[in-house]
Protein backbone atom coordinates (compact mmCIF):
# COMPACT_ATOMS: atom_id res chain seq x y z
CA UNK A 1 0.00 0.00 0.00
CA UNK A 2 0.94 3.44 -0.72
CA UNK A 3 3.19 5.07 2.17
CA UNK A 4 0.91 8.37 1.42
CA UNK A 5 -2.46 8.81 0.04
CA UNK A 6 -4.51 11.43 -0.96
CA UNK A 7 -8.36 11.64 -0.97
CA UNK A 8 -10.40 11.55 -2.58
CA UNK A 9 -9.49 10.17 -5.69
CA UNK A 10 -10.58 13.27 -7.84
CA UNK A 11 -13.14 16.27 -7.26
CA UNK A 12 -15.04 18.53 -9.27
CA UNK A 13 -15.94 22.05 -8.31
CA UNK A 14 -17.37 25.24 -10.43
CA UNK A 15 -15.00 28.53 -9.99
CA UNK A 16 -15.22 30.39 -7.19
CA UNK A 17 -15.96 27.31 -4.63
CA UNK A 18 -13.54 26.27 -2.10
CA UNK A 19 -12.24 23.06 -2.18
CA UNK A 20 -9.73 20.79 0.61
CA UNK A 21 -7.77 17.45 -0.43
CA UNK A 22 -7.26 15.55 2.23
CA UNK A 23 -3.83 13.36 2.92
CA UNK A 24 -2.49 10.85 4.82
CA UNK A 25 0.95 9.45 5.43
CA UNK A 26 2.03 6.20 7.52
CA UNK A 27 6.24 7.39 8.22
CA UNK A 28 7.65 10.18 10.65
CA UNK A 29 8.17 12.69 8.81
CA UNK A 30 10.47 15.87 9.13
CA UNK A 31 7.83 17.52 6.36
CA UNK A 32 5.39 17.85 4.25
CA UNK A 33 4.74 18.94 1.07
CA UNK A 34 2.21 19.76 -1.78
CA UNK A 35 2.21 19.86 -5.05
CA UNK A 36 0.53 20.31 -8.33
CA UNK A 37 1.14 19.12 -11.43
CA UNK A 38 -0.48 20.32 -14.76
CA UNK A 39 -1.29 18.29 -17.77
CA UNK A 40 1.92 18.25 -19.77
CA UNK A 41 4.42 19.63 -16.89
CA UNK A 42 6.37 18.79 -13.84
CA UNK A 43 5.03 19.03 -10.42
CA UNK A 44 5.18 22.75 -8.79
CA UNK A 45 5.78 22.87 -5.10
CA UNK A 46 2.56 24.82 -3.69
CA UNK A 47 3.80 24.41 0.23
CA UNK A 48 6.13 22.95 2.57
CA UNK A 49 5.13 22.60 6.27
CA UNK A 50 7.56 21.19 8.76
CA UNK A 51 6.85 18.37 11.30
CA UNK A 52 6.37 21.50 13.97
CA UNK A 53 4.00 23.31 12.02
CA UNK A 54 0.19 23.38 12.44
CA UNK A 55 -0.79 25.70 9.78
CA UNK A 56 1.04 27.39 6.50
CA UNK A 57 -0.17 29.57 4.29
CA UNK A 58 0.42 30.63 0.57
CA UNK A 59 -2.39 33.28 -1.26
CA UNK A 60 -5.90 31.26 -1.68
CA UNK A 61 -4.17 28.00 -0.72
CA UNK A 62 -3.78 26.42 3.29
CA UNK A 63 -2.25 23.53 4.03
CA UNK A 64 -2.67 21.79 7.20
CA UNK A 65 -0.63 19.72 9.50
CA UNK A 66 -1.71 17.29 12.17
CA UNK A 67 1.62 14.85 12.92
CA UNK A 68 -0.65 12.89 15.51
CA UNK A 69 -3.01 11.55 13.34
CA UNK A 70 -0.45 11.94 10.29
CA UNK A 71 -3.06 13.44 8.02
CA UNK A 72 -2.50 16.86 6.16
CA UNK A 73 -4.73 19.20 4.14
CA UNK A 74 -4.59 21.71 1.02
CA UNK A 75 -7.80 23.69 0.83
CA UNK A 76 -8.17 26.20 -1.96
CA UNK A 77 -10.12 29.15 -1.48
CA UNK A 78 -12.05 30.90 -4.71
CA UNK A 79 -10.80 28.33 -7.35
CA UNK A 80 -10.11 29.55 -11.04
CA UNK A 81 -10.12 27.30 -13.60
CA UNK A 82 -6.55 27.23 -13.83
CA UNK A 83 -6.38 25.48 -10.64
CA UNK A 84 -7.11 22.29 -12.71
CA UNK A 85 -4.29 20.08 -12.03
CA UNK A 86 -3.05 17.00 -10.04
CA UNK A 87 -2.77 17.59 -6.42
CA UNK A 88 0.00 15.23 -4.64
CA UNK A 89 1.15 15.43 -1.06
CA UNK A 90 4.94 14.22 -0.57
CA UNK A 91 6.76 13.38 2.69
CA UNK A 92 9.86 13.93 3.75
CA UNK A 93 10.58 10.99 5.98
CA UNK A 94 13.94 12.23 7.82
CA UNK A 95 16.35 15.00 7.87
CA UNK A 96 18.52 13.98 5.33
CA UNK A 97 16.30 11.58 3.83
CA UNK A 98 17.27 11.19 -0.26
CA UNK A 99 14.02 11.02 -0.86
CA UNK A 100 9.88 12.41 -1.44
CA UNK A 101 7.61 10.02 -1.21
CA UNK A 102 4.77 11.01 -3.39
CA UNK A 103 1.26 10.24 -2.57
CA UNK A 104 -1.23 8.87 -5.76
CA UNK A 105 -2.69 12.06 -6.25
CA UNK A 106 -5.85 13.76 -6.25
CA UNK A 107 -7.37 15.41 -9.81
CA UNK A 108 -9.29 18.55 -9.31
CA UNK A 109 -11.56 19.77 -12.15
CA UNK A 110 -12.50 23.39 -11.78
CA UNK A 111 -15.03 24.01 -14.41
CA UNK A 112 -16.65 28.20 -15.51
CA UNK B 1 15.65 31.15 -16.68
CA UNK B 2 16.71 29.25 -13.78
CA UNK B 3 14.96 25.54 -14.15
CA UNK B 4 15.62 21.94 -14.47
CA UNK B 5 15.14 21.58 -18.52
CA UNK B 6 14.87 17.75 -20.05
CA UNK B 7 15.16 16.79 -23.47
CA UNK B 8 13.53 14.84 -25.18
CA UNK B 9 9.82 15.99 -24.74
CA UNK B 10 8.73 12.65 -26.58
CA UNK B 11 10.32 9.82 -27.08
CA UNK B 12 8.94 6.74 -29.30
CA UNK B 13 10.99 3.67 -29.54
CA UNK B 14 11.01 -0.45 -30.08
CA UNK B 15 11.16 -2.85 -27.57
CA UNK B 16 15.46 -3.90 -27.38
CA UNK B 17 16.43 -0.63 -28.30
CA UNK B 18 18.61 1.33 -26.03
CA UNK B 19 17.30 5.14 -24.97
CA UNK B 20 19.10 8.20 -22.82
CA UNK B 21 17.41 10.96 -21.63
CA UNK B 22 18.97 14.31 -20.27
CA UNK B 23 18.70 16.39 -17.91
CA UNK B 24 20.16 20.09 -16.98
CA UNK B 25 19.75 22.33 -13.74
CA UNK B 26 20.41 25.85 -13.57
CA UNK B 27 19.83 26.09 -9.81
CA UNK B 28 22.62 25.93 -8.29
CA UNK B 29 21.43 22.73 -6.70
CA UNK B 30 24.04 19.93 -5.64
CA UNK B 31 21.67 17.04 -5.96
CA UNK B 32 19.52 15.80 -8.76
CA UNK B 33 16.72 12.87 -8.97
CA UNK B 34 14.85 10.33 -11.39
CA UNK B 35 11.30 9.95 -11.02
CA UNK B 36 9.03 7.72 -12.99
CA UNK B 37 5.34 8.31 -13.55
CA UNK B 38 3.23 5.61 -14.45
CA UNK B 39 -0.04 6.08 -15.96
CA UNK B 40 -2.26 6.30 -13.16
CA UNK B 41 0.41 9.32 -12.25
CA UNK B 42 2.13 7.36 -9.45
CA UNK B 43 5.66 9.12 -8.85
CA UNK B 44 8.29 6.73 -7.77
CA UNK B 45 11.55 7.57 -7.05
CA UNK B 46 14.80 6.07 -9.17
CA UNK B 47 17.92 7.96 -8.31
CA UNK B 48 19.29 10.58 -6.14
CA UNK B 49 22.92 11.58 -7.21
CA UNK B 50 25.07 14.09 -5.27
CA UNK B 51 28.60 15.15 -6.26
CA UNK B 52 29.44 12.34 -3.28
CA UNK B 53 26.68 9.77 -3.92
CA UNK B 54 24.92 7.70 -5.94
CA UNK B 55 21.36 6.19 -4.60
CA UNK B 56 19.87 3.95 -6.37
CA UNK B 57 16.40 2.52 -5.31
CA UNK B 58 16.55 -1.32 -5.29
CA UNK B 59 13.42 -1.81 -7.15
CA UNK B 60 14.78 -0.37 -10.19
CA UNK B 61 15.55 -2.62 -13.09
CA UNK B 62 19.76 -2.74 -13.70
CA UNK B 63 18.99 -1.79 -17.60
CA UNK B 64 18.17 1.46 -15.88
CA UNK B 65 21.48 3.54 -15.37
CA UNK B 66 22.10 7.24 -14.49
CA UNK B 67 24.99 9.26 -15.94
CA UNK B 68 26.79 12.81 -14.32
CA UNK B 69 29.45 14.56 -15.65
CA UNK B 70 29.04 17.39 -13.39
CA UNK B 71 26.68 18.37 -10.60
CA UNK B 72 23.98 20.29 -12.91
CA UNK B 73 23.28 17.27 -15.10
CA UNK B 74 22.34 13.88 -14.59
CA UNK B 75 21.06 11.66 -17.40
CA UNK B 76 19.23 8.48 -17.57
CA UNK B 77 19.79 5.62 -20.22
CA UNK B 78 17.87 2.85 -20.55
CA UNK B 79 19.57 -0.09 -22.11
CA UNK B 80 17.12 -2.46 -23.84
CA UNK B 81 13.69 -0.69 -23.31
CA UNK B 82 10.67 -3.12 -22.51
CA UNK B 83 7.20 -2.32 -22.69
CA UNK B 84 6.58 -1.31 -18.92
CA UNK B 85 9.35 0.97 -19.24
CA UNK B 86 6.73 3.63 -20.92
CA UNK B 87 6.10 5.98 -18.67
CA UNK B 88 7.07 9.72 -17.85
CA UNK B 89 10.41 10.13 -16.56
CA UNK B 90 10.84 13.46 -14.49
CA UNK B 91 13.98 14.91 -13.52
CA UNK B 92 14.06 16.86 -10.16
CA UNK B 93 16.50 18.66 -8.18
CA UNK B 94 17.36 20.19 -4.83
CA UNK B 95 19.83 21.92 -2.72
CA UNK B 96 21.33 19.32 0.50
CA UNK B 97 19.26 19.36 3.52
CA UNK B 98 16.66 21.70 1.61
CA UNK B 99 13.30 20.42 0.88
CA UNK B 100 12.73 22.42 -2.24
CA UNK B 101 12.52 20.11 -5.10
CA UNK B 102 12.15 21.84 -8.61
CA UNK B 103 11.28 19.11 -11.31
CA UNK B 104 11.47 19.36 -14.80
CA UNK B 105 8.69 18.77 -17.52
CA UNK B 106 9.13 15.13 -18.17
CA UNK B 107 10.06 13.10 -20.98
CA UNK B 108 7.12 11.05 -21.99
CA UNK B 109 8.57 7.79 -23.07
CA UNK B 110 6.63 5.02 -25.15
CA UNK B 111 7.74 1.24 -26.36
CA UNK B 112 6.34 -0.27 -28.59
Known amino acids: SQLAEENPWALSVHEGESVTVNCSYK?????LQWYRQKSGEGPAQLIL?????REKRNGRLRATLDTSSQSSSLSITATRCEDTAVYFC????????????FGSGTQLTVMP | ETAVFQTPNYHVTQVGNEVSFNCKQT?????MYWYKQDSKKLLKIMFS???????VNETVPRRFSPQSSDKAHLNLRIKSVEPEDSAVYLC???????????FGSGTRLLVI
Open chain 2, 92 to 102: ASSSSGDSDYT
Open chain 1, 27 to 31: TSITA
Open chain 1, 49 to 53: IRSNE
Open chain 1, 90 to 101: ATDPSSGSWQLI
Open chain 2, 27 to 31: LGHDT
Open chain 2, 49 to 55: YNNKQLI
